[in-house]
């Protein structure tokens, strides 16, 4: 069971400087679920993605064959039914993958959880990043480049996490490939676990906290 207390963490600005520190709530950030609740989350994730609409033809789909070949004896051949046979060229797949539903349905509080754990993970690597703002007065990806490498974060991949959409840093970010950016709402383990570091706001981190009632 998580602690009640709370975790302190540092608030850096664009520059890399400390400009003061801010308290979360331990469940966040020193999270004690298992590390299998990660995996669980990410797997559902992937599973989720897929459309499920892969599909074969049985024999009972293949057009053609609704006559025998040839006759059953006297020929030297081997004996068929039908040029639907699996056996035949262009006939029907045997067991060949069908449309199916590939949802994975997890509880809301494991969703969190898995969540939560996920960002104890980065945190206690030290990879949780937490910024006073980012404004950019226009859509350039200079910009957004030398923000990143203010905060040494150049060698890494990274994801930041904002409070609403930002247009000026969502373009400013596009074209670099190992940078993303996130709404805290739509935030989950599994982007947690793909990128080396997790940039937050402050707004974002509270946008966070809100949305997954940590805090009122």
């Known amino acids: 069971m998580e602690g009640?207390?709370?975790?302190?963490?540092e608030i850096r600005d664009i520059n890399n400087n400390i400009v003061g520190k801010k308290e979360v709530p331990e469940i966040v950030f020193n999270n004690q679920a298992d590390d299998s609740v990660v995996h669980s989350a990410v797997v559902a994730y992937m599973a989720n993605q897929r459309q499920g609409t892969h599909a074969t033809k049985t024999r009972a789909m293949v057009s053609g064959g609704g006559r025998?070949?040839?006759?059953?004896?006297h020929t030297g051949r081997a004996r068929h039914g039908s040029i639907r046979s699996p056996l035949w060229r262009k006939g029907g797949i045997v067991f060949g993958p069908q449309p199916r539903d590939y949802y994975i349905q997890l509880p809301k509080k494991m969703r969190d959880a898995a969540l939560f754990k996920a960002l104890t993970l980065k945190y206690q690597d030290k990879e949780i990043l937490l910024l006073d703002k980012i404004e950019l007065m226009r859509?350039?990806?200079?910009?957004?480049?030398?923000?990143i490498k203010n905060l040494e974060?150049?060698?890494s991949s990274v994801l930041f996490v904002l409070p609403?959409?930002?247009e000026n840093i969502l373009l400013s970010s596009r074209n670099i490939?190992?940078?993303?950016v996130i709404r805290a709402g739509d935030l989950n383990a599994y982007y947690v676990s793909i990128f080396d570091k997790v940039v937050f706001t402050v707004s974002g981190l509270d946008r966070l906290l809100?949305?997954?009632g940590v805090v009122s």
């Open 68 to 73: 025998k070949p040839w006759r059953q004896k």
């Open 210 to 212: 809100q949305i997954k």
């Open 164 to 166: 609403d959409k930002d």
């Open 153 to 155: 974060l150049a060698d």
């Open 4 to 9: 009640r207390g709370m975790i302190e963490l």
């Open 177 to 180: 490939p190992y940078v993303g």
């Open 139 to 147: 859509p350039k990806t200079k910009d957004m480049i030398e923000i």
